[in-house]
């Protein structure tokens, strides 16, 4: 699968490790959310086109380099994504960012579409949408199509932990959007979450069980 990167650096799999922790603290979950997603958002910027521009160092005038364009925009799936977007805002802090917002329904695992909030110019950027998880796949297939159907098409997603499934889900549904994943699991268990996970990520991030 040409279009998926699979971080195996040692700084997220160690701190994938806390996070996986039943005691980790909400507050220390979150901040271990932007943390890892700011090191996948370092790989997943890695073909950023980039553009000369002459500067001034102390000592003489020389050509630097800058992002062509700055047209990027980060797009959480609501909630759990927006940590990951505050992480993200940290190295890219001029992204505008749009908001999608869904849950799963716990019984059939679909996803239930219930806001979105688009930068007017979207279709315009390099979208970079996160999740921090990739369970059925159904939720980051379902943000995909929502992006599409606003005629965006230069589509990234990035997410922490992912079940061989939701990637399946995600590869077939989507070929063209390129994946960044923190740790690939090992499956889904009857429920729908994934082994060994971490959990529910919303309900970890915020402390609403
Ligand atoms: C979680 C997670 C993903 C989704 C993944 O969100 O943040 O959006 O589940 O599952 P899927 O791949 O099977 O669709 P959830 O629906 O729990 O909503 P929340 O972020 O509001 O808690
Ligand atoms: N959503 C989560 O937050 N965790 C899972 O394991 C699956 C879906």
Do not use: W
């Not at 943390?35 to 086109?49: F, P, S, W």
């Not at 688009?118 to 980051?140: C, H, K, N, Q, Y």
């Amino acid at each position: 699968m040409s279009n998926v990167t699979i971080m195996d650096h040692p700084l997220i799999q160690h701190k994938l490790g806390i996070m996986r922790r039943k005691t980790t603290s909400t507050k220390e979950f979150r901040d271990l959310v932007s943390e890892v997603a700011m090191l996948i958002c370092y790989e997943a910027t890695r073909k950023l086109a980039l553009a000369d521009i002459e500067i001034e160092t102390p000592l003489v005038k020389t050509i630097a380099k800058e992002i062509a364009g700055k047209k990027l925009c980060i797009v959480p799936i609501l909630r759990a994504g927006l940590h990951m977007a505050d992480g993200i805002l940290n190295l890219i802090p001029n992204a505008k960012v749009g908001h999608v917002g869904l849950y799963r329904n716990e019984e059939t695992l679909e996803p239930v579409e219930y806001f979105c909030k688009l930068p007017s110019d979207a279709a315009d950027r390099e979208i970079f949408i996160v999740d921090p998880m990739l369970a059925t796949g159904g939720s980051a297939v379902a943000a995909i199509d929502i992006l599409k159907k606003r005629g965006i098409t230069k589509i990234h997603f990035l997410c922490l932990i992912a079940a061989p499934e939701g990637v399946e889900r995600l590869t077939k549904a989507h070929p063209d959007v390129e994946i960044y994943i923190g740790n690939l699991d090992e499956r889904l268990n009857e429920k729908g979450y994934i082994l060994p996970g971490l959990g529910d990520a919303g309900d970890r991030i915020y402390g609403t069980k």
